[in-house]
């Protein structure tokens, strides 16, 4: 619904979080970001920077309302009171802070529950104490050997925002908050390895068919069917309230308001693997290296380097002290082969699903980035 709204009034509603982040200068910029469930959103939302004196807090984690204020400004809003988030995976490892927000007042959904009352999912990464046993999301005593989780891989905590350790002090603000970048990014197999960890968007219209292009490892909150990949554009598949043609020319509407001070838009892969499965990129906290470099792109800085689909980090523009090893060719590695099959993809499922309705500047930015790839 509010999607159609936004769309008749002119502004957007959209399944991104909210972050802001502070350098050590003082200086803060807002980013939104679209990711589909279980793709790391809440993890960015409520991150611990690893970045020395960097600093990020939250405003939401799961929808924006954008609107644009009388100077031109995208200004944004969390419309919600809380977090409603996938419990699996979700530990003090991988976020301190959301097992913070969730220590109190919190509504568990098909979790798995300890015979002293706990709550217990895969990931929490907690030793179960001695003799307690575990009834699953089903309503029985829990075994490993049947093969099942013990939570439902969709499985839910609801719990107010007020009590996160990192939420923003104008979460709340009735003058919004100004967003400076916005971030696409999903959660992908191994053929996307030629995706690289970040790159930005080559103008307004490029950002809009990136979004438009999102594709991702289908989850248990979306048409579940197994590991593959699925497309979800700007991570709103299950949200669109109408046309995604008409979608796309709205938010292509955007560069056409007066004196409008867009955002830069910038595509993220944090789960890139080697040849034996592991991740490229460390991620969780060491992601506010890659936020680092959308900050100073943000202000002009950061040596961007060109490249066929946007602009990447030129080498040593992305701080990467104290990581030991980093394979930086594997993690901004592009083949000509990949990326002429991707497109073809893109196009292809464009003029399926979207046809006739397709805006021609999606269009033609399909059509330039068959030709930059050409010249690979």
């Not at 609107?67 to 969390?78: S, V």
């Not at 075994?143 to 969709?154: I, L, Q, R, T, V």
């Amino acid at each position: 619904m509010a999607s159609r709204l936004a769309k008749e009034e002119g502004w957007l509603a959209e399944h991104m979080l909210i972050l802001g982040i502070t350098n050590p200068k003082g200086q803060k910029k807002y980013f939104a970001a679209a990711f589909p469930s279980t793709c790391a959103k809440t993890n960015l939302a409520l991150m611990n920077p690893t970045q020395p004196r960097w600093k990020v807090e939250s405003v939401g984690d799961d929808i924006t309302w954008v609107k644009f204020d009388q100077q031109g400004n995208l200004q944004a809003i969390n419309p919600e009171n809380g977090f409603f988030d996938v419990a699996p995976g979700t530990s003090v490892r991988t976020n301190p802070n959301a097992i913070k927000t969730i220590q109190k007042n919190t509504i568990f959904t098909t979790v798995a529950e300890t015979s002293d009352g706990g709550v217990y999912w895969e990931g929490i990464d907690k030793l179960l104490a001695s003799g307690i046993k575990l009834i699953s999301w089903k309503g029985k005593e829990w075994d490993p050997k049947d093969g099942e989780p013990c939570a439902h891989p969709n499985s839910r905590f609801c719990t107010p925002a007020s009590q996160c350790p990192i939420i923003d002090p104008d979460w709340e603000s009735p003058e919004r908050v100004p967003i400076e970048g916005i971030i696409f990014g999903g959660s992908f197999l191994s053929p996307a390895k030629d995706v690289p960890l970040v790159y930005e968007a080559l103008s307004w219209q490029h950002g809009v068919f990136v979004g438009a292009a999102m594709r991702s490892e289908a989850t248990a909150a979306v048409e579940y069917k197994g590991k593959i990949i699925t497309h979800d554009p700007f991570a709103m598949r299950p949200f669109f309230g109408y046309n995604f043609g008409q979608y796309l020319a709205h938010w292509l509407s955007m560069a056409q308001r007066p004196a409008a001070k867009l955002p830069k838009i910038f595509h993220v892969n944090w789960f890139q693997e080697d040849k034996a499965g592991r991740f490229l990129w460390a991620g969780f906290g060491e992601n506010s290296r890659v936020l680092e470099w959308m900050f100073n792109r943000v202000d002009g800085e950061g040596g961007p380097q060109l490249t066929p689909i946007g602009y990447i980090p030129h080498e040593g523009a992305l701080d990467l002290r104290g990581l030991g090893v980093v394979d930086v060719k594997e993690l901004f590695h592009m083949s000509k082969e990949f990326w002429e099959e991707e497109v073809e993809e893109i196009q292809k499922y464009l003029e399926e699903q979207v046809n006739a309705d397709l805006p021609p500047e999606i269009k033609n930015e399909v059509l330039a980035l068959k030709q930059r790839i050409s010249q690979m």
